[in-house]
């Protein structure tokens, strides 16, 4: 009876490491899905709302330069 109980709580140590480790990596996938998210925010603003200094046709290099 003392081994399986001895058994059990290996298991249990063991089991709860790997729900700490699982914990981890899905906090830290959560922080890149929100980093994620405000960088295509980011780039949706950017290409709806072209800004003045970068690919506007007035700073354009004429074709035959």
């Known amino acids: 009876m003392e081994d399986r109980i001895t058994e059990l ?19 830290r996938q959560q922080q890149q899905m929100e980093w994620l998210a405000q960088e295509l925010r980011r780039l949706n603003d950017q ?17 035959h330069y």
């Open 9 to 27: 709580e290996i298991r249990l140590a063991l089991q709860d490491d790997l729900l700490d480790e699982l914990n981890r990596v899905v906090a």
């Open 47 to 63: 290409m709806r709302t072209p800004d003045g200094s970068k690919g506007s046709p007035q700073h354009e290099i004429p074709p």
